[in-house]
């Protein structure tokens, strides 16, 4: 595998930066080789300098495309980390429903807006899909919208069909789920149509505005803010608490906290989890 140099480094982590929000610094080593490798061998590039050249000489971006589906983490399963989707199960979502039941007395049906800020190929916006689906046995009393999101072309493109490998699909999926939620076809898993039409995505860099996507009352940001630098995380969850309902959650990863990030969200406690609320 070619080595990257440490001036490349510099180079192209300035430039992943610019057109992602991801920053990788000189103790990432391993992430450009073994990210970026194997695309270099496949464009047939001597050097990561030529792939960098040849990325900002293309007008039609589609090694840039290229380069962030390559480096972009993807790294996701069903039910990651279960804590979540027991939160949201158990507690939050009964909390919402409870709050805008009381508010409109019945007359309409209950919106529920739900957005997956990172979503990757899909496995988490379909947990969360399969947790309502459980939940609430009568789905025509209330309008929910789920939406997922990546900076993955790739990803998002694999989300939106709803497909999944072996070896996808046993990560973190129980057998009981995959065979109530989804039918084989060939060698690959697809999710059934009831589960994928409460879903949609679309390609999104979360360092971009999104205000454009309107409201929502629950957030799943997790495990992605930890590849930004701190200003910019600020930045993003400044943003996500403009668009969050005032009554609203945010969940984070398990690892993350935003105790000196974002001082507008106060951490309250689950079980043994934790999920974020807007300060009133």
């Known amino acids: 595998m070619t080595k990257i140099t440490p001036n490349e480094i ?3 982590s300035k430039y992943i930066y610019d057109i992602s929000g991801i920053y990788l610094d000189q103790t990432k080593i391993y992430l450009f080789e073994t990210r970026l490798g194997p695309l270099l061998e496949k464009e047939g590039f001597s050097s990561y300098s ?4 040849k990325a900002r000489a293309d007008p039609g971006k589609k090694l840039e495309i290229k380069i962030i589906d390559a480096i972009s983490t993807n790294e996701t399963l069903f039910f990651r980390d279960t804590g979540p989707f027991e939160v949201l199960r158990h507690k939050v979502v009964p909390d919402i429903i409870d709050a805008r039941s009381a508010k409109f007395s019945g007359l309409l049906p209950t919106s529920i807006r739900i957005w997956s800020a990172a979503c990757s190929t899909g496995q988490e916006i379909y947990s969360i899909a399969i947790v309502l689906k459980e939940l609430l046995p009568d789905m ?3 309008n929910i919208k789920l939406l997922g999101t990546d900076i993955s072309d790739a990803a998002v493109a694999q989300a939106s069909y709803g497909k999944y490998n072996k070896f996808e699909i046993e990560r973190g999926l129980a057998k009981d789920k995959l065979q109530k939620y989804f039918s084989l076809s060939g060698n690959t898993w697809k ?8 879903a949609s995505f679309r390609k999104l860099n979360l360092m971009l505005p999104f205000a454009a996507l309107g409201k929502f009352d629950i957030v799943f940001c997790r495990n992605v803010a930890i590849y930004f630098n701190m200003e910019d995380r600020k930045k993003l969850f400044n943003k996500i608490a403009d668009l969050l309902a005032p009554d609203g959650c945010l ?9 000196g990030i974002c001082p507008r969200f106060e951490p ?7 999920f974020y609320q807007l300060k009133k």
């Open 268 to 274: 309250k406690r689950h079980m043994r989890s934790i």
């Open 191 to 198: 999710i059934k149509d009831e589960i994928r039409a409460m």
């Open 140 to 142: 025509k009393k209330y």
């Open 50 to 53: 030529e792939l960098y050249q």
């Open 10 to 12: 510099k180079i192209i």
């Open 251 to 259: 969940i984070v990863g398990s690892t993350e906290t935003l105790s």
